[in-house]
């Protein structure tokens, strides 16, 4: 028989997980006649808790641990902050865990066990497996995942994410919308799930104009600055009927270092080659053309995570909300975009 989960007693006990989480915390905010009815099936069913409630029981410092992939990551001011401005007003307080380098979570997991500090977690997903995360969640310590993947919904632990195939979808009509036939994609990394969500809304863009995607015009580059440089450079040297008349990036740093090369083979933007990027990271306002490209709502992400995770330590009842809630994403048009050149 499978070993039994906090969901599983929630569900025998007719709860939410959130109210066994709050038992198995030793919460005075559970009353008496909730925690003996928990109790109960525990016995019951002969649940023992897992060592992340057994941590939580020991103490709970009122902290909420947030993993994050690097604090130089250019959007994690902005989610930072939307974090901060929900939890500065309760009583709990945040402390940041790094993972960028590890292969998996499991070392920061273990740091934040061996710690029982921590009330709940936000994570900020990198590349790592979710697996010790999900074993977190189960054991009683309430996790958000804050996905900037678009990995959520394949998985239990409860998300905020954006809408990536809405952004793209965005891009390409804008493009089209200007009479853009051949355009080109700088992908990133294709085996990630917000990659193929953004190339998807492309194409779907460009279908909806009459135009069959090129696959010699979609250029995987992983994260490597030089091989974005080299593609978007073939890309360019192409015969001028099939050259691409516009570029859209997976990320806006991408999306910079299209524009250079652009300049370097003596074309201009927006007269000869228009670009949107991905992010609006506080940079795209600032390079020359400002950058047109797909906002994502890193401020809201972290302020409707944090909001989650509280609704999690502290639920008002019984009713658990939202598990994956997805943003919308905004299209900001700036100067790096324009009308097809004549004759393209």
Not at 198 to 213: F, H, I
């Amino acid at each position: 028989m499978p070993k039994l989960t906090i969901r599983d007693i929630a569900l025998l006990a007719g709860l939410s997980k959130s109210t066994v989480s709050l038992v198995l915390n030793n919460s005075p905010k559970v009353d008496p006649e909730t925690r003996r009815r928990v109790l109960d099936v525990m016995r019951r069913h002969n649940y023992v808790p897992s060592f992340a409630a057994t941590a939580l029981a020991r103490g709970n410092t009122g902290l909420i641990g947030m993993i994050v992939p690097g604090l130089t990551w250019r959007f994690m001011a902005n989610i930072n902050y939307g974090v901060a401005k929900v939890v500065e007003g309760t009583k709990y307080e945040i402390v940041l865990f790094t993972s960028t380098n590890e292969q998996d979570y499991g070392g920061v997991v273990d740091r934040i066990l061996s710690s029982g500090l921590c009330a709940g977690l936000l994570v900020v997903n990198h590349q790592q497996p979710l697996e010790p995360l999900i074993e977190l969640n189960r054991g009683g310590l309430p996790t958000v995942l804050i996905d900037t993947l678009g990995s959520g919904p394949a998985t239990e632990l409860s998300s905020v994410s954006a809408d990536h195939y809405a952004g793209g979808l965005a891009a390409g009509r804008h493009l089209t919308g200007l009479g853009h036939r051949r355009i080109a994609s700088i992908l990133g990394p294709t085996d990630h799930p917000y990659v193929q969500e953004r190339l998807r809304g492309l194409r779907d863009a460009m279908r909806e104009a009459g135009v069959e995607p090129d696959p010699g015009l979609e250029a995987e580059t992983g994260f490597h600055a030089e091989l974005v440089r080299s593609r978007t450079r073939e890309l360019l040297a192409l015969p001028t009927d099939r050259r691409p008349t516009a570029f859209f990036a997976f990320h806006d740093p991408a999306a910079y270092l299209v524009l250079d090369e652009i300049a370097a083979s003596g074309l201009r933007a927006p007269e000869d080659v228009s670009v949107v990027g991905f992010d609006d990271i506080d940079a795209s306002s600032h390079v020359r053309p400002a950058l047109t490209t797909v906002r994502q709502p890193f401020t809201d992400m972290g302020r409707h995570a944090a909001a989650t995770l509280l609704r999690d330590l502290e639920p008002a009842d019984d009713t658990e909300g939202e598990t994956h809630l997805v943003l919308p994403t905004e299209l900001i048009v700036r100067d790096s975009t324009g009308a097809v050149p004549a004759g393209a």
